[in-house]
């Protein structure tokens, strides 16, 4: 790969979003460590999403900055987005393309070192199930299959960063859902940094750190034992219970 | 909906406000999401960017184009030819969109999951299908109102003109629900396209023997009866063609019994989801339209429709297995020798990444390289036509016809050609995002690749250019000078014109700056440089222009409106370079998302003019590796 091969630091500073008079991301700042897990979850409408869009530079923030190892970001700074990816829950594919095709030009577009990538590609296809529809089209396979392909594209990629909007609802069947994890967990050793949105509460706890973002805001952002500790006593349902705070409580 | 229906709904939604207004907490919520979705002069705002200036436009030029038009040259049955056609298209354009609700729609894809009576779908697809169809009147208010007031008539010419006008719209819904039902298989695409383009043809070339096409067109055609009935019964004054109102009728009437009949035998086999696209209906009305003449002339269109090919997940496993022995992974790109000999070419001029960027871009798409050869051969085939018809008859002045076909293939060419999929922006979980956003693919290299290939596509161009300069400077009496003077000319515009196409491209993917005073200047950019912007732009542009001259001419400021002449060509011919930077601009500065929350008007026309041509490579399926 292009790219330099180093864990990636994020630091967000008062990031702020609005579309029209709803704010989807309220003063947002965070710091991301290098080689972490970060699930973000919320309610519906909290910002998960543009959280990680303006990650990717797909939203551009009101006010705020970005900054990945300390350098600023912009979506023109092609160096960084190649140390990164981003996956929505619907992948976004050409529906006429093969898998293997929609792999090869991603890898090509990421400048990605072949000879390394095509045996993950081939070892990634082979756990996902995806083997047998290498050749077929995109806009043939079930959503799970299609997220699995574009799965295995970026996965093969590996860059630093690795973003994802939901996986665990994107339609994946349980066997796919376990490779992901697995290869998630290999990714962190590699020094990997991970960040997931999720509304199943108890899969954030896959995660080192956890962020839970409530109407744009950051209402709390740490390691799970301590959020439980916090929050419930350090019962198991304490998400659960920290959720039904927010639910209830005043804006 | 029946009045009970309407009475539970109105109960819900009172419940439902009560609901709301007994927590303060929960009112406050509800304001804030009302106020969001609130903004009335949000929609009517761009709809008054475009709706204004093409409306001073038409005011303005609406007695040029119709009075020393169609009517004063060949009366009011050549206007009434015309609409005869238009209500032709009508009608059938009503059949095939009614095929096309039956089979898939929005609607289907919500109510597939709902337990809804197929005779309820079918109800719902029609109603909808009619109230769309009430844009049909507007032609034939247009035409008809125009014959009224050129002939004079008194109040009840005007009424009788009125009531013929709304009863063409019920005939063409009529007749589009007879060919549904009655004859599923009927060719409305090809035979609304072949009397559009039969009428085109034959004002082109003069109209000879008008009486004569007008009574066949009044006999034949169902929309003509009730022309007929106008022309030659109240205009001309024979009473006994008032009698072709009885079919007319009829014809309305069987289409209202059709209507019931849908409702009675429509019914859905099954569904079928196809990712990313849409529900597909199954039933027997889709399996008669599959086999109609349509299909063999716009194979492009139905392939939107039809199932995904029924390869099991065994027959794919059991080719696969031998492939994946045979061969690696790495050699998944399509193989070089697959490729046209015009793309192989114009590689060598792109650096590896730019040529994967070429790639992803256009999906492997090769339409250009296919649609290339047929432009320049209909290009040398037009040639001719100036030797056969030196002038039209009828007419002063050079035959432009042959200029025309040259100029709209060469058009056609430079849409269907500019096959940019990368820029596509589907809808999905509530968001359109265009597809190079995802990817580390920047504004900049796109915008060098569009340019590299723009001046590599114009050397080939070379001989059209030179063809267009011929049908004008030809007919004149110019020489060869004169033809490669102005041949550059148009080589010049067709480059130039490049920093429009990328700037439109990108400007349909993002979405509308924020509504502050202080990005009021990006919003109007932003607005100008989409698709739809562009058209009044290029409208003010040229009242300026003209109305500017008109003037300065008037004042005998001769010197004066030579220098505003000037003036305005510079601006106009720096135009593209300036839209490009703006949106660049924009794009860098982050004062625009790449994601929209819905598609805009010029994102779904481009995208589907894209759609509408497949490579023969990709139509004989999914692509291949490499052997």
């Given at each position: 790969m292009a790219s330099r091969s180093t864990p990636v630091r994020i630091s967000l500073r008062s990031v702020t979003k609005s579309f029209g008079p709803t704010p989807a991301l309220d003063a947002v700042s965070l710091d991301v460590e290098a080689g972490e897990i970060i699930a973000v979850v919320g309610m519906n409408g909290a910002g998960k999403t543009t959280l990680l869009r303006c990650l990717l530079g797909l939203v551009a923030p009101d006010s705020g900055e970005i900054h990945y190892d300390g350098e600023q970001f912009h979506r023109e700074r092609l160096d960084l987005r190649r140390r990164m990816f981003l996956l929505p829950d619907f992948p976004l594919v050409y529906p006429n393309m093969s898998v293997l095709r929609h792999i090869d030009l991603v890898l090509c577009l990421y400048e990605a070192d072949r000879s390394a990538a095509d045996e993950r590609v081939i070892g990634l296809l082979r756990e996902f199930d995806m083997l047998p529809y290498i050749?077929?089209?995109?806009?043939?396979?079930?959503r799970g299959q299609a997220y699995k392909a574009a799965l295995a594209a970026l996965m093969a990629v590996d860059p630093e960063l690795w973003m994802f909007d939901e996986p665990f609802a994107s339609g994946m069947d349980p066997a796919g859902l376990l490779a992901f994890r697995t290869h998630v967990r290999d990714a962190l050793r590699r020094g990997r940094t991970v960040l997931y949105t999720t509304q199943l509460l108890g899969l954030a706890?896959?995660?080192?750190r956890v962020c839970v973002l409530h109407r744009g805001r950051v209402h709390a952002f740490d390691r799970i034992e301590r959020l439980k500790a916090q929050h419930?006593?350090?019962?198991?349902d304490a998400l659960e219970q920290l959720f039904a705070q927010l639910h209830e409580g005043p804006s | 909906m029946s009045p009970t229906d309407r009475e539970s709904r109105r109960s819900l939604v009172h419940q439902a406000h009560q609901a709301v207004r007994a927590s303060p907490d929960l009112r406050a919520e509800y304001d804030r999401v009302q106020r969001a979705r609130r903004r009335p002069w949000r929609t009517p705002l761009p709809i008054a960017i475009v709706a204004i200036p093409v409306l001073a436009v038409t005011l303005l030029f609406f007695r040029m184009l119709l009075v020393s038009g169609i009517y004063t040259r060949l009366g009011a049955d050549g206007v009434l030819i015309v609409l005869s056609a238009v209500e032709t298209l009508a009608a059938c354009g009503f059949a095939v969109n009614l095929h096309r609700l039956l089979r898939t729609s929005m609607w289907l894809t919500v109510t597939?999951?709902?337990?809804?009576?197929d005779r309820s779908i079918a109800w719902h697809a029609w109603l909808l299908i009619a109230a769309w169809s009430a844009l049909g009147l507007y032609p034939a208010l247009w035409a008809l109102g125009f014959v009224a007031y050129a002939e004079k008539l008194g109040p009840t010419g005007w009424c009788i003109a009125l009531a013929i006008a709304v009863a063409q719209w019920l005939v063409a819904i009529g007749m589009g629900t007879l060919l549904v039902v009655r004859?599923?298989?009927?060719?409305a695409s090809s035979v609304a396209m072949s009397s559009i383009l039969a009428v085109a043809l034959y004002y082109t070339v003069g109209a000879p023997g008008l009486p004569t096409v007008a009574h066949v067109v009044y006999t034949a055609v169902p929309a003509g009866w009730l022309n007929a009935a106008f022309a030659l019964g109240y205009l001309k004054g024979a009473t006994w063609v008032w009698s072709a109102l009885v079919p007319a009728v009829v014809v309305v009437a069987a289409g209202f019994a059709a209507l019931r009949k849908l409702q009675d035998i429509y019914s859905i086999h099954g569904f079928t989801f196809r990712f990313g696209n849409m529900v597909l209906a199954a039933s027997d009305f889709w399996t008669a339209r599959s086999s109609s003449l349509d299909r063999r002339l716009f194979p492009n269109v139905f392939r939107f429709f039809a199932d995904p090919r029924p390869e099991g997940p065994a027959a794919i496993r059991d080719q696969v297995a031998a492939e994946i022995i045979r061969r690696t992974f790495s050699t998944a790109a399509p193989a070089k020798s697959g490729r046209r000999i015009l793309d192989r070419l114009q590689r060598r001029f792109l650096t590896r990444r730019q040529s994967d960027l070429l790639d992803y871009m256009t999906a492997d798409s090769l339409a250009w390289n296919y649609i290339y050869p047929y432009i320049v051969l209909v290009n040398i085939a037009v040639i001719p036509l100036h030797l056969v018809f030196p002038s039209v008859p009828?007419?002063?002045?050079?035959?432009m016809a042959p200029f025309m076909i040259s100029m709209l293939s060469f058009v056609y060419l430079f849409m269907r050609g500019g096959k940019w999929f990368g820029f596509g922006a589907p809808f999905f979980g509530g968001a359109c995002m265009p597809r190079f956003a995802l990817l580390p693919i920047g504004f900049d290299e796109i915008s060098r690749l569009m340019v590299k290939l723009a001046c590599f596509r114009a050397v080939l161009l070379a001989p059209m250019f030179l063809v267009l300069a011929f049908h004008c400077v030809a007919p004149v009496g110019g020489s060869w000078f004169g033809i490669a003077i102005v041949g550059t000319i148009f080589a010049f515009l067709y480059l130039a014109g490049q920093g429009w196409v990328i700037a439109i491209r990108f400007a349909e993917t993002m979405n509308t700056p924020k509504p502050r005073l202080a990005q009021l200047h990006w919003r109007i950019a932003r607005a100008a440089t989409g698709v739809v912007g562009v058209i009044p732009l290029i409208l003010i542009a040229d009242l300026v222009l003209l109305s500017g001259m008109i003037l300065l001419e008037e004042a005998g400021l001769q010197s004066v409106a030579s220098l505003f002449l000037v003036g305005m060509g510079l601006l106009i011919a720096a135009s593209p370079l300036i839209a490009w930077l703006i949106v660049r601009a924009m794009y860098r500065r982050g004062v625009v998302d790449l994601v929209r929350a819905r598609p805009s008007i010029g994102q779904q026309t481009l995208q589907s003019y894209e759609q509408l041509w497949r490579d023969p490579r990709q139509r004989r399926g999914t692509p291949k590796a490499a052997e």
């Open positions: 050749d077929a089209a995109l806009g043939t396979l079930s706890e896959f995660a080192d419930a006593g350090g019962a198991t | 597939s999951h709902l337990p809804v009576s004859w599923p298989s009927f060719p009828g007419q002063r002045g050079p035959n």
